[in-house]
């Protein structure tokens, strides 16, 4: 069965520092991976996924997330923290030999003091 | 915005009553689908649909009724809930399902709250 963990329900960093939001999942074939954001009182909005290729993935606002098949390990990255950047970020993954559905992760928020 | 709209933001409903929320997308999409959140829980996949077919059901309750009259509205027809029903749900849609690789697209969610 398909799962995703993201083993932090908060993260706090300052502006300017560089944040990491993690991510592990499990599937039984070749995953793809997504992250989505979610502001107060908004839906979720897409931010990358990693389908195949390169492992290293770019996506909005600067954020970025780095594929590991060997940990499954599918963590977001920022270099430079935003204060905007406070949210709630999930983590999902879907098998695609397993059908529809997109696994979610139960969601980290992450937290950017000035 | 994301393209998705759902109406209402919010709603209050008593157990007995019967309500709809409704669900619009405007990017040509060919599935949409329904979710609940709850606090402190993953998002619970509730219903898909793929040009205005059921594909999924994940054993919700009968109380919840989707309807998809085409691919740019969906529909979630509620009766008789419960108190544990309360939470935020989300509409979504997305290209299409059957490569798996396209991602979904959200609405702002109806606030339901469930007295």
């Known amino acids: 069965a398909q799962s995703v963990a993201q083993p932090e329900d908060q993260v706090n960093v300052a502006e300017g520092n560089p944040l990491t939001v993690k991510c592990t999942y499990s599937v039984s074939g070749n995953p793809y991976l997504f992250w989505y954001v979610q502001y107060p009182n908004r839906g979720l909005q897409f931010l990358l996924k990693?389908?195949?290729?390169?492992?290293l993935v770019k996506g909005s606002y600067g954020f970025e997330a780095e594929f590991n098949k060997s940990q499954t390990s599918f963590h977001l990255k920022k270099p430079s923290a935003l204060v905007s950047d406070s949210a709630l970020y999930f983590c999902a993954v879907r098998d695609p030999q397993a059908g529809t559905a997109l696994i979610f992760g139960k969601g980290t928020t992450l937290s950017v003091s000035s | 915005e994301t393209g998705v709209t759902q109406t209402p933001r919010h709603l209050v409903m008593g157990m007995t009553n019967k309500k709809s929320l409704k669900c619009e997308q405007h990017l040509g999409h060919n599935a949409m689908y329904w979710y609940k959140q709850s606090a402190k829980k993953p998002l619970e996949l509730m219903f898909v649909?793929?040009?205005?077919?059921?594909?999924e059901n994940n054993s919700v309750p009968s109380r919840f009724s989707p309807e998809c009259p085409n691919s740019s509205h969906l529909f979630l027809h509620l009766h008789t809930l419960q108190p544990e029903d309360s939470a935020l749900y989300l509409c979504a849609s997305s290209q299409d399902i059957g490569g798996s690789s396209y991602e979904q697209y959200f609405g702002p969610g109806t606030r339901l709250t469930v007295t």
């Open positions: 649909y793929s040009l205005e077919e059921r594909v």
């Open positions: 990693y389908i195949t290729g390169d492992n």
